[in-house]
């Protein structure tokens, strides 16, 4: 099953153009083109200004509540052609998950090394072809140029494939960045603490790096979480870093093998806290332990709940983890699948667990479920949760199972759940059987409306006090992103290259598209595109094309949008 | 598993002189490739459907056998493989046969799934093929059987590919179709074995139709870079008869159907080449959506053009691919399109391309000029049907696109959504054929057959393979084969062989080879992988094209038998594997090599010396899945009625153990190394296909709370009742009295018959720089059950 990862950013570039593909040399006797040359700074470029910009977006999410919103940025385009209308386009690899951030003026996106930047890390074949070699990619652009800076190479897990480390994923961990330090964790499931200015300010923290040239990554410290913790690392690790004061929390990966019902290693850490400084863990959790369904690639989200202050972790079995930041104690925890739900890796299972990332927001915590890809979509829930309350706030508690298995449950008086959104659908002309399928993406919410998007590409738009559903938008994409607020707009990407702007409106309309009274599926479904009509003459302000997939979230940063295809980053400004 | 005869039949040798192929020669009114008469995806049938509705009229009849494949229409039937649709212990897969008229069930064949990481929901992924002169289907099962089945679904011959050959499952039941042609089935496949088969690799093995024996054995010989799905289909360029398919080395291979011989490969994918390929006379077309070995962009479509091979690298020349060649549509930009996991289609000069994502392109075909590009979908696995001039392809979500085409222009499109009864959601990765004036599809709940009502069936042309080179009776031969190629015997059997001499084509000569220098040859060591065995301990008499190798006495080996003509050579490999009752202390079996006559072991299991005991250890520094986890195959997969016991021991790494256990007729006793968080102890389990949490297909576990650095017995037995089978297992430390109950028990209502016994283990925490938990192995012996 492939690795699932949420994420998505941006990234900038410097080196080759796009149109130095097209000038590819023939070698007719092999019946291959010979392979390209990248062209390699053997320099350093210096971000041209280091200091904070006045709206960076530093980690997955902007900020430690992960609502993927920018408040700041005003003017951002929303209808232009992504090859004419970019301030600057950077080359990545041929995929890229991770990112991006944009943080004292340089941008960081994970990738793979489908385009090496330095020739070190190509191979030559027995047939004299010349082949880059698989890696994790962390690459670094100044801010104002695009220019490539430096990158972070990470090896891949020899031998394991696909079962820890996915071929040609690259690194899907959204970097954070705080001052001069970045932090992300490997294909490799490392936890790495880097400096900001590379390997061009000399080799600070630890000096063993296996590469060290002058556009290499300067590892301050790195923790192997196979290593130390004997985490089992379900595909790929892709959590991107949350950061508290001095405290770093990291969800590890753990979870099934390639078989994909035995978890080798339930004792090990769902979740841990680390020193930001050292790396040295300070607590650690294996709350899922057994139950985890899959693996773990979503990210823990910080708040201050009605005065409480707390890390919470989204696991792999489902369930909503909060704990006290500091010393790892459990406040509450929230079971985010019905009682009798059951797990399958197909799209007729009803049990989920999270890519998204959980969102705090006006003292709740907003989640919607989901599963790998490959799976599939399937029913699906997206939650609003008020946590008040301690210990298990579930909606329902499991007191027993029936003879045939089935659970017996009744309510729970501790319930903190405020509404749900999704369920099964019964109105005679849907089309599908549920209202709300999975999720990969994290909730955007302004105003109290809340944006959430579906694996199958349509976008909810919701109240997020009420969760009254407005409206939705089908973009008939797959969506691995999240929608993205900046100046009075939602940016949405998706699978088939395309980048989707709406309009905000702080007080939508209700348009339900299967408001109408029809006689027969013909007259329904015209019914229900005149409904669709609505919304899209409404809301729907552009649809640009991108040269390539796009798998990420577009993001605002100090004016600039940022949309990172699956391989060029772009860089926009009005 | 073993075949059930061996005679030399002439109807064999007939067809595969004249070259019987199910694609070309068949009825009209047959679809028996999975991509239709010309393997393109193309059919010629009129008058089909243009809207879906699941209940309205053009729905002839519906079946409840849903799948993910297509299915295969012969002699008036319909055949389909499929997952059974039963939960627990009667899951299974099975090949149902229905009346092509009325959707009526006519027979179904059920087996069970066993040896394989393959969950329930991704079975009957593997399409069929037919000999259409006897009507026997073929297919290959999830589990790794190779399935003949009579018209009348009767089992004719089965192979146990897993069991004989070291079959290696495919990633989320993505497994490559048998296909058959000239009186053989070849079957490509990630093997790994023994002797120059060790290493993991992409093979194709050819078995006689008839009989199930094996012709031909190709080894690709690259890196195998993940396990693969693409279809194979059958070619005559150049006047050459070829199987053409992608491989787990990201290759297109092209080999001569009668023999396997290379006539050319071309490395065009980073990862596995999944795509099935298509022929349109000299040109060959395949598609991946992984990364390219060149780096920057992902997914390509090439054409080549088989007629020009390069002598030297045995590549054909590249007409055109999307990776270099800019695309206007694309701002002069290669494109980057996952073309991975559905197959393409071919229809008048136009090619037809799905992504992964839901975009179709269509393409000139000559020129590699994009004609239009439609996003219709959002995630696709089954391939596109051309046909009355539409196009049909599924959504994976419950989606039904049809285009309708108008030549080069960009077609509008029509969404059918499917809702199955009962609200499941039934996911569509299937692939729609159209023949007799019908079209036929799987959803994950149903198989459908449509028709536009009152609409009738015309005759349809489909056009034929090109002719081959003329058979000229007298030509030098070209080629030797020893047939049979690949041979399961026990000690003291008399093996017959024989040479055959071919033309350039394979095509068997009359003329008797003389002069055959026979031989019992070693094998030069590889560059990777385990030790070649040595010599075969036998004599070899005979002259001319027969031989009879007579073998020792040794109860187990392996080895190859050598025949040499002028310059020409060939050899054939012989397993003599361990017979019941057999015992296996390690004590004579050097450091470093593993047992004889076990399959499945190379590399994955060797003999050491271990306090001063010689015993077998797991390997423990290679993660790689197929060798992480692994099960040596002891005896033949026909073994039944059996015990097997053996002692094991683990080692502790990092705070891990690993599982480790035996097997039994295709049921697994393990020891469990991790620690259950809720009681803080340890585990045995017992079951069959661990296709489900908790325990699988069926199967039970116990709190056994061993420990590492202790040997421990283990003793499995199965019982074969009449329709059922009792399965018994214990374990105790070594040297405490056995005890007297058994730690697990269960009746298995749907049993496994047979299978090889099997000594297994698991190691989980290898990491690429530290060797992970340790198991070792002793002891072992496999007794046949008392009579009652």
């Known amino acids: 099953m492939n690795p699932s990862r949420s994420r998505g950013r941006l990234v900038l570039f410097g080196g080759l153009t796009l149109a130095g593909i097209v000038a590819l040399v023939w070698v007719f006797g092999t019946g291959r083109p010979a392979a390209l040359s990248i062209p390699y700074s053997t320099g350093t470029v210096e971000a041209a200004d280091a200091k904070p910009g006045p709206s960076d977006h530093t980690m997955f999410g902007g900020t430690p509540d992960r609502n993927m919103v920018n408040l700041k940025d005003k003017n951002v385009p929303d209808k232009f052609d992504a090859e004419t209308n970019a301030i600057w386009k950077a080359d990545l690899g041929s995929k890229a998950y991770g990112g991006p951030v944009v943080a004292g003026g340089r941008v960081y996106v994970g990738t793979n090394n489908a385009r090496p930047r330095n020739p070190r890390d190509n191979k030559k074949t027995p047939d004299g072809d010349v082949e880059p070699v698989d890696k994790g990619i962390v690459m670094v652009f100044d801010e104002k140029s695009g220019k490539f800076i430096w990158q972070a190479v990470h090896d891949k897990l020899a031998g394991a494939g696909r079962v820890h480390d996915w071929p040609d994923e690259g690194i899907c961990s ?19 603490c880097a400096d900001v200015e590379g390997m061009a300010n000399g080799n600070q923290g630890v000096t063993d790096e296996k590469y060290k040239d002058p556009t290499d990554v300067d590892i301050i410290w790195e923790y192997d979480m196979m290593k130390e913790l004997n985490v089992f690392p379900h595909n790929m690790s892709a959590c991107c870093p949350l950061i508290v004061g001095d405290i770093i ?51 823990p989200v910080y708040g201050e709940i009605n005065g409480v202050r707390q890390v919470i972790f989204p696991g792999g079995d489902g369930w909503l983890y909060s704990f006290v930041p500091e010393t790892g104690e459990l406040i509450w925890k929230f079971d985010c699948n019905p009682k009798d739900a059951v797990y399958e890796l197909a799209g007729a299972g009803t049990r989920n667990d999270f890519i998204g990332t959980p969102v705090v927001y006006d003292n709740k915590v907003y989640i919607g479920v989901g599963q790998d890809p490959e799976h599939s979509t399937g029913i699906g829930h997206f939650w609003c949760i008020a946590p008040t309350k301690k210990g298990d706030i579930s909606p329902t508690l499991e007191t027993g199972k029936t003879p045939d298995g089935k659970p017996i449950e009744k309510p729970n008086p501790d319930s903190c759940a405020a509404w749900h959104y999704g369920g099964e659908e019964g109105r005679k002309w849907s089309v599908r059987d549920f209202k709300f399928g999975r999720t990969m993406s994290t909730a955007c919410i302004v105003d109290d409306i809340l944006y959430i998007s579906e694996l199958t590409g349509i976008l909810h738009c919701i109240n997020a006090k009420t969760g009254e559903h407005y409206w939705q938008f089908d973009t008939k994409s797959s969506i691995w992103g999240s929608a993205y607020y900046a100046d009075g707009k939602i940016y949405l990407a998706t699978d088939q290259s395309d980048l989707w702007v709406f309009r905000h409106d702080k007080k939508p309309e209700r348009i339900d598209e299967l408001d109408f009274k029809a006689e027969n599926m013909k007259e329904a479904t015209k019914l229900r595109k005149e409904k669709q009509k609505q919304v899209e003459a409404k809301y729907l302000i552009a649809k640009i094309e991108f040269n390539a997939p796009i798998r990420s979230t577009p993001v605002v940063a100090n004016g600039v949008l940022y949309v990172m295809t699956e391989k060029t980053l772009y860089a926009i400004k009005k | ?143 790794g059987l190779l399935l003949c089945l009579s018209k009348d679904g009767k089992l004719v011959w089965q192979r146990s590919l897993t069991e004989e050959f070291g079959r290696v499952t495919g990633y989320g039941g993505r497994i490559p179709a048998p296909i058959f042609d000239s009186g053989l089935v070849v079957v490509p496949m990630v093997s790994s074995n023994w002797g120059e088969f060790a290493r993991s690799g992409t093979r194709f093995v050819a078995l006689r139709g008839d009989t199930g024996e094996v012709v031909w054995w190709h080894d690709a010989g690259n890196p195998v870079k993940d396990t693969f799905c693409s279809n194979p289909i059958i070619a005559v360029i150049n006047g050459q008869r070829l199987v053409i398919c992608g491989g787990a080395d990201g290759y297109l291979h092209a080999l001569k159907v009668r023999t396997g011989e290379k006539v050319f490969s071309y490395p065009f994918c980073a990862g596995a080449a999944n795509g099935s390929p298509i022929v349109d006379g000299t040109l060959v077309y395949c598609n991946h959506g992984d990364e390219n070995p060149e780096g920057k962009i992902y997914g390509r479509i090439i054409c080549v053009d088989a007629a020009q091979v390069d002598p030297k690298t045995k590549r054909p020349k590249l007409v055109w691919d999307t990776y270099n060649r800019p695309y206007k549509a694309n701002r002069n930009q290669p494109l980057s399109v996952r073309f991975g996991l559905a197959s393409m289609a071919l229809a008048d000069g136009r090619l037809y391309a799905p992504s992964d994502t839901g975009e179709l392109y269509a393409f000139n075909a000559k020129s590699g000029e994009m004609l239009w590009k439609v996003n219709y979908a959002r995630e696709v696995r089954g391939a596109p049907l051309v046909a009355d001039n539409k196009v049909y392809i599924f959504d994976v979500q419950q989606r039904l696109a049809i285009f309708a085409l108008d030549g080069d222009k960009k077609p509008e499109v029509e969404e059918y959504r499917i809702r199955e009864q009962g609200g499941s959601y039934a996911e569509t990765n299937g692939t729609p054929i159209a023949v007799n004036g019908r079209l036929y599809f799987n959803t994950g709940a149903a198989l459908y057959c449509l028709a536009n009502p009152g609409a009738k069936a015309e005759p349809v042309k489909y056009n034929p393979l090109p002719e081959e080179a003329k058979f000229d009776p007298s030509a030098k031969p070209a080629a030797i084969r020893i047939f049979p190629a690949d041979v399961e015997a026990k000690a003291g059997d008399a093996l017959k062989f024989e040479v055959k001499l071919l033309d350039a084509n394979g095509r068997e000569l009359p003329a008797k080879a003389d002069a055959v220098g026979w031989s019992l040859p070693t094998l030069p060591p590889a560059k990777e992988g385990a030790k070649p065995p040595p010599p075969l301990k036998a004599q070899i008499g005979g002259s001319g094209d027969a031989a009879t190798v007579t073998l020792d006495k040794a109860p187990a080996q392996q080895g190859h038998v050598g025949a040499k003509v002028g310059d020409l050579s060939a050899r054939a490999r012989v397993r003599v594997a361990p017979r019941i009752p057999y015992t296996q202390d390690f004590n004579q079996i050097p450091d470093g090599v593993p047992p004889a006559g076990w399959a499945n072991t190379a590399a994955r299991f060797a003999v ?50 690993a599982d480790m256990g035996v097997g039994n007729c295709r049921y697994t006793l393990v020891l469990d190394g991790k620690i259950d968080p809720t009681t803080g102890k340890r585990t045995v389990r017992m079951g069959s296909w661990e296709a489900r949490p908790p325990s699988g297909r069926i199967g039970k576990s116990v709190t056994f709370d061993w420990q590492k650095d202790a040997w421990y017995t283990a003793k499995l037995t199965v019982e074969q009742q009449e329709k059922t089978a009792v399965v018994r297992g214990k374990v105790w430390k070594k040297g405490d009295p056995e005890p007297a109950d058994w730690t697990l028990e269960f009746e298995d209502p749907s049993p496994n018959r047979e299978g090889a016994a099997t000594l297994y283990g698991y190691i989980s925490n290898i990491t690429d720089t530290q060797p992970g938990a340790e198991i070792y192995y002793d002891n072992v012996s496999i007794t046949p059950n008392a009579k009652k």
């Not at chain 1, 964790?185 to 790495?192: A, D, L, P, Q, Y």
């Not at chain 2, 986890?629 to 059996?642: D, E, F, Q, R, V």
């Open chain 2, 608 to 657: 050491v010396t271990k306090n001063g005991q010689k015993v077998l250890m797991k390997t423990n520094t290679i993660p790689a899945p197929p060798v992480a986890k692994a099960n040596t195959y002891i005896t033949l997969p026909s073994a039944t009625g059996y015990t097997i016991e053996a002692d094991l021991m683990g080692g502790e790494v990092r705070g891990t153990l």
């Open chain 2, 1 to 143: 598993m073993t075949p059930r005869c061996r005679p030399r039949s002439l109807l064999w040798l007939l067809s595969s002189l004249c070259a019987v192929c199910l694609c070309r020669e068949s009825p009209a009114a047959d679809w028996i490739h999975w991509r239709g008469p010309e393997q393109n995806g193309h059919s010629r049938e009129k008058n089909l459907p243009d809207n879906f509705d699941p209940t309205g009229k053009e729905v002839v009849w519906k079946a409840p056998f849903g799948g993910r494949s297509s299915p295969l229409v012969m002699g008036g039937r319909v055949f389909i493989l499929q997952g059974n649709g039963a939960a627990g212990a009667k899951e299974g897969e099975r090949v149902v046969c229905l009346d092509e008229s009325n959707g009526k069930v006519v027979w179904e064949y059920r087996v069970n799934v066993f040896h394989t990481d393959i969950v329930s929901s991704r079975l009957g992924w593997i399409p069929l093929t037919a000999d259409p002169a006897t009507g026997n289907v073929y297919a290959h099962t999830t589990g």
């Open chain 1, 249 to 299: 929390y990291v969800g590890t990966a753990n979870g099934v093998d390639e078989g994909h019902l035995n978890i080798p290693q339930p004792l090990a850490p769902s979740f841990i806290a680390m020193d930001k400084k050292t790396g040295k863990p300070l607590w650690k959790s294996n709350a899922p332990g057994k139950n985890i369904l899959h693996g773990q690639w979503s990210n």
């Open chain 1, 174 to 192: 959204t970097p954070t960045v705080e001052g001069d330090r970045v932090y992300y964790v490997t294909n490799r499931c490392t936890v790495v």
